[in-house]
């Protein structure tokens, strides 16, 4: 069964930052494609970040290029952890971020995600 758990969520203020962390279990680390998307109140979803474990291919959204930095320990660590390091963050940054899996390569298009997370909630104030 396929398992993604996201933690490190939480309240900072305007240009601090925090560090997302999913956890995932129940498939092959390096066949999978891993991202963080976000929805904030009354939006649609955004894609912001994604990451191939096999190849360290990434991804940005342009909204947070240069301050959002996506990361993972390859299953040769056994940790199957993928990091999202959000620095300089800002009041927009705020919403609910999900974990979310697919079997092949990166995608920023949030629709194309098999499997998800329960997701964390960022709130950043002013």
């Known amino acids: 069964e396929v398992q993604l758990v996201e933690s490190g969520g939480g309240l900072v203020q305007a240009g601090g930052s925090l560090r997302l962390s999913c956890a995932a279990s129940?498939?092959?680390?390096?066949?999978?494609?891993i991202g963080w998307i976000r929805q904030a109140p009354g939006k649609e979803r955004e894609g912001v970040s994604c990451i191939s474990s096999a190849d360290g291919s990434t991804e940005y959204a342009d909204s947070v290029e240069g301050r959002f930095t996506i990361s993972s320990d390859n299953a040769k660590n056994a940790k199957n952890t993928v990091y999202l390091q959000m620095n300089s963050l800002k009041p927009e940054d705020t919403a609910v971020y999900y974990c979310?899996?697919?079997?092949?390569?990166?995608?920023?298009?949030?629709?194309?995600?098999?499997?998800w997370g329960q997701g964390t909630q960022v709130t950043v104030s002013s």
């Open positions: 129940g498939f092959t680390f390096d066949d999978y494609a």
């Open positions: 979310a899996a697919r079997p092949s390569n990166v995608t920023m298009r949030e629709a194309e995600y098999a499997y």
